[in-house]
């Protein structure tokens, strides 16, 4: 079952510094998430944003509670989450990641593919994670001349497959 309350937005990778501030993964696909937000939940705790700094690709925060490296070092490897009640509205057209996981992939003459268990936004361009009817894990370029149509009051994702994928 979902959690409706909150979105996961990141994981904490390392402690940073001797300060407590922590390194995150960015998983919102907004680089300036944490500056839009005053509050991350890890492990269901909340905690009050102090500093956001950027190193790269990575998100440095310093977090209220959280005055040294032990302290920081103790987070590594959870999970970071928003308030969903904070997400901004979508354009039409546009969907959360979170909306499509579970969602049945139909291919266009509407046979049954899988489900969509995860989209991967840390590549060149998202990468759908897709369960076959089989059991098989294939990827799918999460495009327009492969995803056709998604359809959230549905369920259903309808895609075209590159020649040749599902014999990978």
Do not use: C, W
């Amino acid at each position: 079952m979902k959690d409706t309350n909150t979105v996961k937005i990141g994981t904490i990778v390392t402690a940073v510094g001797l300060k407590g501030e922590v390194k995150i993964k960015n998983y919102s696909g907004r680089p300036d998430r944490y500056e839009v937000i005053d509050t991350v939940y890890i492990r269901q705790t909340p905690y009050v944003i102090r500093s956001v700094r950027y190193q790269k690709a990575m998100v440095i925060l310093g977090l209220e509670g959280v005055t040294d490296r032990d302290g920081a070092e103790r987070l590594r490897g959870e999970d970071v989450f928003m308030a969903a009640e904070d997400l901004e509205e979508l354009a039409p057209g546009e969907h959360y990641i979170r909306d499509l996981l579970g969602m049945d992939v139909v291919l266009e003459d509407g046979a049954r593919l899988g489900t969509l268990e995860d989209i991967r936004t840390d590549t060149a361009q998202p990468l759908y994670q897709i369960l076959t009817e089989e059991g098989k894990q294939v990827y799918l370029p999460g495009v327009g001349a492969f995803v056709r149509t998604i359809d959230e009051a549905k369920g259903a994702i309808t895609v075209r497959l590159p020649e040749g994928l599902l014999e990978l």
